[in-house]
T-cell receptor, first 109, second 113 residues
């Protein structure tokens, strides 16, 4: 059983669509991270959350600690948003990291 | 400010050899963590160093080790390489251990033949 589950695994959207990627976890965490990985390997940290909601440009991340669930929303999606989005958690005990398997997003013009 | 620098970018080794990968964090960052990424297992946490001490470790065999120097630069070593060690190895740095985001390097792609 994975400590971090993401859905969907793959997502194709038309340019301009609103996109939601979900992340559920089963362990106590001190923080949740949303990461973006483009082809070629480079990873960028989009958000680090411990509660509530954060917004950066067209990206919004929310977390519900009681339900152990987080969502990443992309408004007005664009082809440059095509990437793999990875949810990661930092464990409350021990500060280890666990990762979801990623959501591969393709935005079609 | 320069980003996280990993060297080398690509490496080819044969089974049984050992390899050392290097990571230079962003200036001022004291935490460096290492990750393995494979198509089958995805991203997995290897270990984290903070102020030259290993603070926590993932579920990898003892063949995987690391260290951090006083300037926060870190090295990761894999001994007795196996075919399954072929992967993208990423390091990330952050200001502290708890409340700051991760900054990733571009990774070292290791191929074991």
């Amino acid at each position: 059983k994975n400590e971090v589950e993401q859905s969907p695994q793959n997502l194709t959207a038309q340019e301009g669509e609103f996109i939601t990627i979900n992340c559920s976890y089963s362990v106590g965490i001190s923080a949740l991270h949303w990461l973006q990985q483009h082809p070629g390997g480079g990873i960028v940290s989009l958000f680090m959350l411990s509660s509530g909601k954060k917004k950066h440009g067209r990206l919004i991340a929310t977390i519900n600690i009681q339900e152990k669930h987080s969502s990443l929303h992309i408004t007005a999606s664009h082809p440059r948003d095509s990437a793999v989005y990875i949810c990661a958690v930092t464990l409350l005990a021990g500060n280890q990291f666990y990762f979801g398997t990623g959501t591969s997003l393709t935005v079609i013009p | 400010k320069a980003g996280v620098t990993q060297t080398p970018r690509y490496l080819i080794k044969t089974r049984g050899q050992q390899v050392t990968l290097s990571c230079s964090p962003i200036s001022g960052h004291r935490s460096v963590s290492w990750y393995q990424q494979t198509p089958g297992q995805g991203l997995q946490f290897l270990f984290e160093y903070f102020s030259e001490t290993q603070r926590n470790k993932g579920n990898f065999p003892g063949r995987f080790s690391g260290r951090q120097f006083s300037n926060s630069r870190s090295e990761m070593n894999v001994s007795t390489l196996e075919l399954g060690d072929s992967a993208l190895y990423l390091c990330a740095s952050r200001l502290d251990r708890v409340s700051s985001p991760l900054h990733f390097g571009n990774g070292t792609r290791l191929t074991v033949t």
